[in-house]
């Protein structure tokens, strides 16, 4: 059974960082995708950033280009935040995608399994 386990979400103040974790098990497939997304209140799931399991391919909104870095270890996926803003504001999911076409790595339809999320606030 596939499973997605998030952590590292937490309180923060704008320009800080944070580092988000997928610890994920449950699967053997070599050729897959990590994605990170998020949801603030009242608006719709986004996109943040991917990575593919074959080439090691990045991929990143432009929201976020420039600040948010991904990277696999192995079955952990890492989400580093820098300069993070109020609007990164969000509750924070790990998704996979198996196969991974990288034609629409940030959209959610191309992810089956979920995590259950983890909150990050970005305050003064």
């Known amino acids: 059974q596939v499973q997605l386990v998030e952590s590292g979400g937490g309180l923060v103040q704008p320009g800080g960082s944070l580092r988000l974790s997928c610890a994920t098990s449950?699967?053997?497939?070599?050729?897959?995708?990590i994605g990170w997304f998020r949801q603030a209140p009242g608006k719709a799931r986004e996109g943040v950033s991917a990575i593919s399991s074959v080439d090691e391919g990045t991929y990143y909104a432009d929201s976020v280009k420039d600040r948010f870095t991904i990277s696999r270890d192995k079955n952990m996926v890492h989400l580093q935040m820098n300069s993070l803003m109020p609007d990164d504001t969000a509750v924070y999911y790990c998704?996979?995608?198996?196969?991974?076409?990288?034609?629409?790595?940030?959209?959610?339809?191309?992810?089956?399994?979920w995590g259950q999320g983890t909150q990050v606030t970005v305050s003064s």
């Open positions: 998704a996979l995608a198996h196969p991974f076409t990288g034609f629409a790595p940030l959209e959610d339809h191309e992810y089956t399994y």
């Open positions: 449950g699967f053997t497939w070599n050729w897959y995708g």
